[in-house]
């Protein structure tokens, strides 16, 4: 897929449309906090695959890229650094848990 602007708004799209259904499953599921939501992994690779194709994006174009489009990859970049930490309620890493612990983060 060759980096393009298009490319990078249908992603942006994308993105705003995922959480928009997150918003609503949680409020559906009895209101709880998105931080407890079991997709709130998937936002968070999606969220950095955006970011890192926004750079890619940026390095490619440089100063022709629209600023619109440049003020949407710092807001994206913005909100990865928030989601980067992103971690369980244990602070342990999803490959390190057992079975058990796993099924517990992920209410299942």
Do not use: H
């Amino acid at each position: 897929m060759a980096n393009n602007v298009d490319n990078f708004i249908q992603l942006a799209n994308f993105y705003n449309q995922l959480t928009t259904v997150m918003s609503a499953i949680c409020v559906q599921k009895g209101g709880i906090a998105i931080e407890n939501y079991v997709g709130r992994f998937f936002a968070a690779d999606v969220l950095e695959f955006i970011v890192e194709y926004g750079k890619k994006l940026e390095d490619k174009q440089g100063s022709s890229i629209n600023a619109d489009i440049a003020s949407l990859i710092a807001r994206f970049s913005e909100q990865y650094e928030i989601f980067k930490g992103l971690t369980t309620p244990t602070q342990k890493p999803i490959y390190e848990m057992t079975l058990e612990e796993f099924e517990k983060v992920m209410n299942i």
